[in-house]
């Protein structure tokens, strides 16, 4: 969040966003619509999930888009791969999102 990668879709203010960041993950159960929108691009998007795959192994794409709107917000699984494919330069920022992990 401090990067501004990542900010809260419907603002709870009983519930820091660290902690609603936390509580989603930690618990492993998917919301009914995303919660958090990240301000990244479809090949910043799968840099990210890569990353964050280490952390949690069975968080599929398809999955990941339940917690996450992107910049492109209609991405899909596909799209995103897709994006990440036919790119040749790799992801912008690609130092500041390895940061976070």
Same mark, same amino acid.
């Given at each position: ?5 990542? /900010?809260? +879709?419907?603002? *709870? @203010?009983? !519930?820091?966003?660290? %902690? ?6 930690? /618990?492993? +159960?998917?919301? *009914? @619509?995303? !919660?958090?929108?990240? %301000? ?6 799968? /840099? ?54």
């Amino acid at each position: 969040m401090e990067n501004d990668f990542i /900010e809260v +879709i419907k603002n *709870n @203010e009983d !519930i820091l966003d660290k %902690n609603l960041f936390i509580k989603t993950l930690s /618990e492993g +159960i998917l919301p *009914n @619509e995303p !919660i958090f929108k990240l %301000n990244m691009d479809n090949i910043q998007t799968k /840099e990210f999930h890569k990353l964050f795959k280490r952390k949690c192994k069975r968080l599929s794409i398809p999955m990941f888009l339940k917690i996450f709107n992107i910049k492109n917000e209609t991405a899909t699984p596909a799209s995103i791969s897709s994006s990440n494919s036919k790119n040749l330069n790799g992801a912008k920022k690609k130092d500041i999102i390895e940061s976070i992990f």
